[in-house]
């Protein structure tokens, strides 16, 4: 019997394709998107939930808006123009616990829900520069976990060792929507294509079918 779970969806190609996998091995409930102010928050939930049509799987938006009060970071600044240079550094698109609180806030649903599993996309590439992305935070926050949840909720990543040009052909082995990611920490329309995010998400696309 597949475990139940419930999916962390950005819309980014890593939420992406691990949403595409976790309809596989799992029964997701529904999936989570996080709006918390982030200049992106439009167009990812626009993307997740088409994302979310395709695969067959409820979507749900959570605001955090709390975050207003974290406004001097580059990510939660929503008005004005701002350049791709700006999102180059990692300090430039650090949020501080994003990941910590987002895995809460699902174990608490999973919890009421009984879900066991909550599905992340990690990878590690990004995992070099941000440590909520590696192996170490995963089975970390699992141990923190077995004590906050009376089931034991636990997190899992199917992409968590893998590169970016690795899971994008993942995604394309599971029949991923990778048409609909949305990857770019700007929050334009279109993705700008110059910013860290789109970057990594062109050279994956590029070494795997060789087009931008």
Known sequence: MKARSIILLSGGL????CAAIACERTYPLFALTFDYGQRAAKMEIAA??????????????????????????AMLKR?????????????????PNRN???????????EYHTAKVIVTGFNREEAASFPDNSPSFV????????WSTLNRVR????TLDMTKKEIYRLGMEH????????????????????????????RARQGVIGVR
């Open 14 to 17: 890593d939420s992406t394709v």
């Open 48 to 73: 997740s939930r088409r994302i979310c049509r395709v695969l067959g799987v409820k979507h749900k938006v959570v605001r955090l808006p709390f975050f207003k009060d974290l406004a001097r970071i």
């Open 79 to 95: 008005s004005g123009k701002v350049s791709s240079r700006a999102f180059g550094r990692t300090r430039s698109v650090w949020v």
């Open 100 to 110: 910590g609180l987002f895995i809460n806030i699902a174990a608490c649903y999973a």
């Open 139 to 146: 089975r970390t926050v699992n141990a923190a976990l077995r």
């Open 155 to 158: 997190v899992t990543s199917y």
């Open 175 to 202: 029949g991923a929507p990778l048409e609909y990611v949305y990857s770019c920490y700007v929050g334009r329309k279109k993705m700008c294509g110059r910013c860290a995010s789109c970057r990594r998400l062109i």
